[in-house]
């Protein structure tokens, strides 16, 4: 069964710090890139950050030095920590393989993110 669940958004104020969790099964997770990916309202989705399965990271511009990617592969869990956020950052966050599984056809629900103060 294919599934990904995304958890630990909320409502922070800038400069303040989220942790995501992203729950998925073995078929998804297991030695494939994971990645995070952001959605702002208006925009279209970017991807954020990316793991491979031996935790070698990428990040976009945007979010270097501020976010960390990591997974736990005894889990089949990939985390994602927001540091120093900003207002620009809100947005919808979901997990997915990189590139997205099933020709992007599947997502999980996300977790919303909103920086305001």
């Known amino acids: 069964q294919v599934h990904l669940v995304e958890a630990g958004g909320g409502l922070v104020q800038p400069g303040g710090s989220l942790t995501l969790s992203c729950a998925a099964s073995a078929i998804i997770f297991s030695n494939n890139v994971m990645g995070w990916y952001r959605q702002a309202p208006g925009k279209q989705r970017e991807l954020v950050a990316r793991?491979?399965?031996?935790?070698?990271?990428n990040y976009a511009n945007s979010v270097k030095g501020l976010f960390t990617i990591s997974r736990d592969n005894t889990k089949n869990t990939v985390y994602l920590q927001l540091n120093s956020l900003k207002p620009e950052d809100t947005a919808v966050y979901y997990c997915?393989?990189?590139?997205?599984?099933?020709?992007?056809?599947?997502w999980g629900q996300g977790t919303q993110v909103t920086v305001s103060s």
């Open positions: 997915n393989t990189d590139p997205p599984c099933l020709g992007g056809h599947y």
């Open positions: 793991i491979t399965s031996g935790s070698s990271t």
